[in-house]
């Protein structure tokens, strides 16, 4: 029997939503209160700073660039290889529960 571990589901399905928010918002970007929004349609108890959590780990995969303002809110645009995540033109790695590709 394999253990799931709701902690680890919840956080790789977060990272997936952020990076389609941010496919959708291209080429602008978006400001982290429209991404949080758009991530508690899906977990309503989910923080900034959970949020802000995901956002750093896939800026560090390369997969975002995060505009920190000095007076405090966040931005994050998709990086080359994040669009390339989302349109299922290279590997995902895990860490990102990106669905098998059906099409």
Not at 55 to 60: E, F, N, Q
Not at 67 to 78: Q, V
């Amino acid at each position: 029997m394999i253990a799931i571990d709701p902690a680890k589901a919840r956080r790789e399905s977060m990272r997936w939503a952020v990076l389609l928010t941010l496919n959708n918002a291209r080429p602008i970007g978006a400001h982290e209160a429209l991404i949080l929004s758009t991530i508690q349609s899906v977990y309503p108890d989910v923080t900034a700073l959970e949020l802000r959590r995901e956002l750093d780990y896939l800026a560090d995969r390369c997969l975002l660039e995060i505009k920190r303002d000095p007076a405090g809110p966040w931005s994050a645009d998709l990086t080359r290889l994040g669009v390339d995540i989302v349109e299922y033109t290279v590997d995902c790695q895990p860490g990102i529960a990106r669905p098998a590709k059906y099409f």
